[in-house]
Each structure stands twice: as structure tokens, then as C-alpha cells.
């Protein structure tokens, strides 16, 4: 992939601008499907950074080469609702191109429609994108093509899609007040330490009084901080990247993952998580025919908890040797709950196990908003208990020596 500059006119007015292609007649083609007749067309010179240049390159495409959340889900959708219309996928892809769209987004779209102009499967070209297309995307897509259903299993995965945006919004918004009431308990600390607590010192000095014990702790801390700063910056740099490493290996991982399901309130919502996405990308799954080994190994991959992982790959191999779906989940008890197994089993009777996943699916959604709606009636008045009594530790840090030297002078 090269970066190509260009001249061009569209609409009647001249621009320039750069664009990455596989080649020179590729880059034409992404122009002109913008509506850019090519006036000229050049190869970017670029710095050789010697054995770095390929990894700077392949840094640089995956910057330019982006959608976000909001975007795929819109793609997803429309692309379905075109499809399912009767419009060609080539046409389908078409306008998007023709609504000249900007940025990342635009690059992909482009390279997506001329992967499948030149006779490609929808679902290899998106599988040149595996940042942006993950291995469930396109499994469902390709599973969609295979049984002439494509515009079904794209509307599927707008779905999907859909419900796992809004319960990550759910969960970040959740956070955002701890985080800010933290920020601001801290930025209060450092400002007291630093602006207040040295003026009393100094006041106190002139006066020959001597400072609670307590205020004395927490100057010497600020003292040591301030004096030493690059050593504490280095301690901390070094403790997190020795955590981040930790917790990347596999025995890291395992054991942050099973003790993060111990934790109270957050273990429930991480496992509840962890089963509706299980539900839903299986219903996918099975809805459109994916091989079940297949299913069950990017099911491993997709799910957050390292835990439901390795789950995954037992209930894999219990498959394969001719168990039912149900009891090889009834084995893993203590991370799928025994009314998914029984549902499970009722549906395998009937013939409707992608359906009755669906059901399942939606209820631990429902089941993980209310928890986090509890979560966050709860942890406002949490918070401002926390604020509250670290403002009066540092308050009192202040308020007793200038009491105490107040009265001697008295």
C-alpha cells in the first residue's frame, strides 16, 4: 500500500489532496468513484526509516484506514436495507461512495467496493480490515452469502452491533462520574499540598510552633514528592507497566479474569456481559448455519473474560465428541446459569436453539441495564462520601495547625 498525491477537479473547482492505493491505476479509481477527474497523479516520496519504514507504513494505513462504532453500525444497516431491496451489492456499495463521505471510513468503503468489482466475495474484502471486521463479522457474513441470506445476516449484525454500542455507552457512562469526582478529589489534594500546606509551614516556623503530627505526615509526603519527583515517576511508569505486562500473559489474565468475577456488583455485571454476548453471537451463529467448531473458536476469541474463553474451547471439545449443546454448557455451572442450560435443552427438543438464544440474549441485556442502573443510584452518594472525607482529611491537615498556633499566640 502506497500513499499517492493528487490534483483533480470535481464540481467545477481544482483540489488536492493524498490517498492511499495499491497502485496508481487503483488510486485513479478510488478518485474517480469520488467524483475527482485526475488531473495528475503522483507517488508521495517518503523517509526511509530502514528496517522501522514497513511498520511506520503499516501505522500510517491503519490511521487512515478506520471506522468508528457509530459508522459501522450505519454501514451495516444500510447495506442491509439495500441489499434487501433488491439493489446489487455493487451498486449497494456505490452509494456510499457516491454520498462522498470523508476520512477513514471513505478509504475502506472504496477499497471494500473494488475488492468486489473485480469479482471478490463481500466477506474477503472485508476481512482485509480485521481492526474494523472482526472474526464474528464476518463469519455471519460469509455464512449469509454461502445460504443467499446476506441481507438478513447484515441486518442481524446491525443488531448486533447496536445492542453492544449501547450497552458499552451504558458501562462507560457508568464510569465517568467515579472517574470525575476522583479527578477532582485528587486535583484538590495536589492544590492544598502544594499551594496551601507550604505557607502554613513557613508561618508556623516564624512563629516557633510545632505542627500536628498529622499535618506533618502529609508535608514530608508532599516534600519527598516534590524533591524526588523524577523517582516517583519512575516507580509508578515501571509498577504499571509491570501490572500491564502481568495481566497480558496468560496466567495474568486467568487470574485477573476470575478475580474480577468475585468482585461485588462489578463480577455480576462482568458476567452478565459475558453471557448475553455468549447468546447473541451463538444465535448468530446458529441462525445462519456457522459451523459449530468454528463458532465455538471465535466465540473463545470474542468473549472479554479470559475465563468464558477457555470455557468456550471445553464446551468445543465436549462437542465434538457428540455431546449436547446443554450439557456441555451444564458443566461450566459456575459461569453460565443452569436456566440457560435448561432452556437450551428444551430448545434442542423443538428444533429452535437460535431463536431461544435470542430470548436468552435479550434478557441478560435487560438483567445487565438494571444492574447498572442500580449501580449508578448507588455510587453517587458513594462518591460524595468518598470527596467529602478526603476534603475533610486535607481540611483538617490545615485548619489544626492554624488553630493551634492561633491559640498560642492567644
Known sequence: ??????????????????????????????????????????????????????????????????????????????????????LPLIDALGTFVDEKRKGGSAIVINKIMLEVQSGGKLSDALSRFP????????????????????????????????????????????????????????????FISVSIIPKIITFAESSGQKLPGYTLFLVSIVSFGTRYWYLVLAVTIGVLLAIIFFLRSRKGSRWFGKISLKLPLAGLVIARYNQARFARVLAGFYNYGVNIVISFDILSA???????????????????????????????SDLFPSIMTKLIKGAEKTGVIGNTLDKLA????????????????????????????????????????IYKITSTLK
Open 302 to 332: 470474542s468473549l472479554g473474560n479470559p475465563l468464558y474463553s477457555d470455557a468456550c474451547v471445553r464446551i468445543k471439545d465436549r462437542l465434538t465428541l457428540g455431546t449436547s449443546l446443554a450439557e456441555a454448557i451444564a458443566v461450566e
Open 362 to 401: 435479550l434478557y441478560y441485556e435487560d438483567e445487565l441495564e438494571n444492574i447498572l442502573g442500580n449501580i449508578l443510584t448507588l455510587i453517587e452518594p458513594v462518591m460524595v462520601f468518598i470527596l467529602g472525607f478526603g476534603v475533610l482529611g486535607l481540611a483538617l491537615a490545615v485548619i489544626l495547625p
Open 1 to 86: 500500500m502506497s500513499e499517492f498525491e493528487y490534483t483533480g477537479v470535481s464540481r467545477d473547482q481544482y483540489q488536492s489532496g493524498s490517498l492511499f492505493a495499491g497502485s496508481e491505476s487503483e488510486a485513479e479509481m478510488i478518485l474517480l468513484e469520488q467524483g475527482v477527474s485526475v488531473v495528475s497523479l503522483s507517488l508521495k516520496r517518503q523517509m526511509s526509516f530502514g528496517i522501522f519504514g514497513s511498520y511506520f507504513s503499516r501505522i500510517s494505513r491503519e490511521m487512515n484506514e478506520k471506522m468508528s462504532p457509530q459508522e459501522k453500525v450505519l454501514f451495516t444497516s444500510q447495506l442491509s436495507s439495500m441489499v434487501k431491496a433488491g
Open 131 to 190: 481492526k474494523i471486521f472482526n472474526a464474528t463479522y464476518l463469519a455471519i457474513v460469509r455464512a449469509g452469502e454461502n445460504s443467499g441470506t446476506l441481507d438478513d445476516s447484515l441486518g442481524y449484525l446491525a443488531e448486533l452491533l447496536r445492542r453492544e454500542n449501547a450497552l458499552l455507552a451504558r458501562v462507560r457512562s457508568a464510569l465517568i462520574y467515579p472517574t470525575v469526582v476522583v479527578a477532582a478529589m485528587i486535583s484538590v489534594m495536589i
